[in-house]
């Protein structure tokens, strides 16, 4: 069992930047990607970045240049830092593990950013 607790979120304004954490913990060897989605209203739930185990990044076209996925090994946490943030960019935004062909989640934390 992999659990994931996501933090960061609120309110910003455009322009303005973020950083999201997600502290990972319980059977986290072998996890071999992590990530971040999001779901804005109405919406389907998004890939927005990811991380292998081996350092390789992906980014959805809409925040490339914006956002940087990161992670910190000695404290179990993955970040996903925020810049340059858009109305469009307001969602609840979900951590997630991948290991063994199962795709973990976190609660999701929510992002609100105003014009």
């Known amino acids: 069992q992999v659990k994931l607790v996501e933090s960061g979120g609120g309110l910003v304004q455009a322009g303005g930047s973020l950083r999201l954490s997600c502290a990972t913990s319980?059977?986290?060897?072998?996890?071999?990607?992590m990530g971040w989605n999001r779901q804005a209203p109405g919406k389907q739930r998004e890939l927005v970045a990811g991380l292998t185990s081996g350092g390789d990044t992906n980014y959805a076209d809409s925040v490339k240049g914006r956002f940087t996925i990161s992670r910190d090994n000695a404290k179990n946490t993955v970040y996903l830092q925020m810049n340059s943030l858009k109305p469009d960019d307001t969602a609840v935004y979900y951590c997630?593990?991948?290991?063994?062909?199962?795709?973990?989640w976190g609660q999701g934390t929510q992002v609100t950013v105003s014009s």
């Open positions: 997630n593990a991948h290991k063994a062909g199962y795709v973990y």
């Open positions: 319980g059977s986290i060897f072998g996890i071999n990607v």
